[in-house]
T-cell receptor, first 116, second 115 residues
Framework: KAGVTQTPRYLIKTRGQQVTLSCSPI?????VSWYQQTPGQGLQFLFE???????NKGNFPGRFSGRQFSNSRSEMNVSTLELGDSALYLC???????????????FGEGSWLTVV | AQSVTQLGSHVSVSEGALVLLRCNYS??????LFWYVQYPNQGLQLLLK??????LVKGINGFEAEFKKSETSFHLTKPSAHMSDAAEYFC?????????????FGKGTKLSVKP
């Protein structure tokens, strides 16, 4: 079956702009999480959505937001982009979510965001 | 708070040699533990996971890891390295039964394999 699909794969934005990234989870998966990966900070958890509700949130400013639709697809938005937002943004999906269940979490190939 | 420490940001081995990537975790209760691999310009692929069924966990591509509670470790091994194993490897922990169950990742270990 199809894996986690993220679009776009690569994008370049200007400081101050906003960006929306999209994620389609594996069919049947209800949990979608987002992670930011940078060389300096590594992999950091942004937030998790389950059945259209944000269930967990990492330590990121309010410029980072997300949502999940009824078909489990998710989008994340970053407003007022800063140079430091340049990163690989990874989406992950799992059947029931990450909440201490040991569920296998599947990652997409990521969206590479460059802010200039 | 949970944390994961991966010893060695870069490990280099010869083709055919043993691969050993180290991971230590900090958690008040035995957590769920995962190893992921990331090839250049790709996302993360799950190698294996520990959920308490067995302390020795076998994964894909010939990798395995052993959970040692006394040492709070979950080291990843492979008896014989292949060139195709060159990638970055991440150890991750998830709180067992906790509401904040997101994955916490180590900083990663980049594995190089010399011919």
């Amino acid at each position: 079956k199809a894996g986690v699909t993220q679009t776009p794969r690569y994008l370049i934005k200007t400081r101050g702009q906003q960006v929306t990234l999209s994620c389609s989870p594996i069919s049947g998966h209800r949990s979608v999480s987002w992670y930011q990966q940078t060389p300096g900070q590594g992999l950091q958890f942004l937030f998790e959505y389950f059945s259209e509700t944000q269930r967990n949130k990492g330590n990121f400013p309010g410029r980072f937001s997300g949502r999940q639709f009824s078909n489990s697809r998710s989008e994340m938005n970053v407003s007022t982009l800063e140079l430091g937002d340049s990163a690989l943004y990874l989406c992950a999906s799992s059947l029931l979510g990450q909440g201490g269940t040991g569920n296998t979490i599947y990652f997409g190939e990521g969206s590479w965001l460059t802010v200039v | 708070a949970q944390s994961v420490t991966q010893l060695g940001s870069h490990v280099s081995v010869s083709e055919g040699a043993l691969v050993l990537l180290r991971c230590n975790y900090s958690s008040s209760v035995p957590p769920y533990l995962f190893w992921y691999v990331q090839y250049p310009n790709q996302g993360l692929q799950l190698l294996l996971k520990y959920t308490s069924a067995a302390t020795l966990v076998k994964g894909i591509n010939g990798f395995e890891a052993e959970f040692k509670k006394s040492e709070t470790s979950f080291h990843l091994t492979k008896p014989s390295a292949h060139m195709s194993d060159a990638a970055e490897y991440f150890c991750a922990v998830s709180d067992r039964g906790g509401s904040q169950g997101n994955l916490i990742f180590g900083k990663g270990t980049k594995l190089s394999v010399k011919p």
